[in-house]
Nanobody, 124 residues
Framework: VQLQAFGGGLVQTGDSLRLSCAGS????????MGWFRQAPGKERVFVAK????????VYGDSMKGRFAISKDSARDTVYLQMNNVRPDDTATYYC??????????????????WGQGTQVTVSS
């Protein structure tokens, strides 16, 4: 199983950015997918998750109304659309996969496979 996140970069406050996470060795139609982020010196924080069937979407509190997660199981890709970004969105963003059907999405330990991360930097 391999996950690769990409699409990060340097953007300005208020901009939009779309992250992608492509997988190999797994079928996204069988996996719940999550996004987490980690800023330097801080703990990894839950961003969003989407279930294996494309529903069950949950967002972290500070992402509600600004971020949108979606999944294209035919392409084994999950997306994170980030709108109206802020400097506190600056972090390395990771995608993760889980085969669990009933789990607490905010707990990173519930995800068995992780991508390598993509850096998002938001300037003020």
């Amino acid at each position: 199983v391999q996950l690769q996140a990409f699409g990060g970069g340097l953007v300005q406050t208020g901009d939009s950015l779309r992250l992608s996470c492509a997988g190999s060795g797994l079928r996204f139609s069988n996996y719940g997918m999550g996004w987490f982020r980690q800023a330097p010196g801080k703990e990894r924080v839950f961003v969003a998750k989407i279930d294996w069937h494309g529903g069950g979407i949950v967002y972290g509190d500070s992402m509600k109304g600004r971020f949108a997660i979606s999944k294209d199981s035919a392409r084994d890709t999950v997306y994170l659309q980030m709108n109206n970004v802020r400097p506190d969105d600056t972090a390395t963003y990771y995608c993760a996969a889980t085969t669990r059907r009933d789990y607490v999405p905010q707990h990173s330990g519930n995800y068995g496979d992780w991508g390598q991360g993509t850096q998002v930097t938001v300037s003020s």
